[in-house]
T-cell receptor, first 116, second 114 residues
Framework: GAGVSQSPSNKVTEKGKDVELRCDPISGHTALYWYRQRLGQGLEFLIYFQGNSAPDKSGLPSDRFSAERTGESVSTLTIQRTQQEDSAVYLC??????????????FGPGTRLTVT | AQSVAQPEDQVNVAEGNPLTVKCTYSVSGNPYLFWYVQYPNRGLQFLLKYITGDNLVKGSYGFEAEFNKSQTSFHLKKPSALVSDSALYFCAVRDGNAGNMLTFGGGTRLMVKP
């Protein structure tokens, strides 16, 4: 596709509910990343996938957060039992590879999650 | 651990004047450095990168950045600012010796006034 797409663009949910966020990377990009951006703050790394390798989950803040990716395509980020502190913009990015350090990441528009 | 600092929360500059947005980094290996820009309600857009070679790198929209190894800096510059350059700018680093994670600075808001 032309760029990284994410859905939904906005999600309002009640505290305690589960949410799923979706990311479609650029076609041919083997690496996919998830970040969280709280209001007025920088990006916080959550997880990345590279091909069929085990994902790097080192940035996930708690076991309520999980992510999956099917092959080198769509990824879903799931937040269970949402809390108000989960409110943020969740950004997805893709790059040609993680092993080629020169490959910059291309970002989607983000999903704004609001937990009430 | 790798880290990035953007010491200014906001930079104000008049249209037509040169601008500088500061970034310093800390890594154990070779640094791979990036600048991204974020316009309101939009995702991050890649501006430029330094991997190796010439310390002065040129990127999109007339921006450039200078890699200074001794000062561990990678300041973003533009000779003549435009009002349309007003946005949030993020510096990011990837440590060549420490895996594949990209660490971002806290961001600097650039305000260009007419």
């Amino acid at each position: 596709g032309a760029g990284v797409s994410q859905s939904p663009s906005n999600k309002v949910t009640e505290k305690g509910k589960d949410v799923e966020l979706r990311c479609d990377p650029i076609s041919g990009h083997t690496a996919l990343y998830w970040y969280r951006q709280r209001l007025g703050q920088g990006l916080e790394f959550l997880i990345y996938f590279q091909g069929n390798s085990a994902p790097d989950k080192s940035g996930l803040p708690s076991d309520r957060f999980s992510a999956e990716r099917t092959g080198e395509s769509v990824s879903t980020l799931t937040i269970q039992r949402t809390q108000q502190e989960d409110s943020a913009v969740y950004l997805c990015a893709s790059s040609l590879s993680v092993t080629a350090f020169s490959y910059e990441q291309y970002f989607g528009p983000g999903t704004r999650l609001t937990v009430t | 651990a790798q880290s990035v600092a953007q010491p200014e929360d906001q930079v104000n500059v008049a249209e037509g004047n040169p601008l500088t947005v500061k970034c310093t980094y800390s890594v154990s290996g070779n640094p791979y450095l990036f600048w991204y820009v974020q316009y309101p309600n939009r995702g991050l857009q890649f501006l430029l990168k330094y991997i190796t070679g010439d310390n002065l790198v040129k990127g999109s929209y007339g921006f450039e950045a200078e890699f200074n190894k001794s000062q561990t800096s990678f300041h973003l510059k533009k000779p003549s600012a435009l009002v349309s350059d007003s946005a949030l700018y993020f510096c990011a680093v990837r440590d060549g010796n420490a895996g594949n994670m990209l660490t971002f600075g806290g961001g600097t808001r650039l305000m260009v006034k007419p």
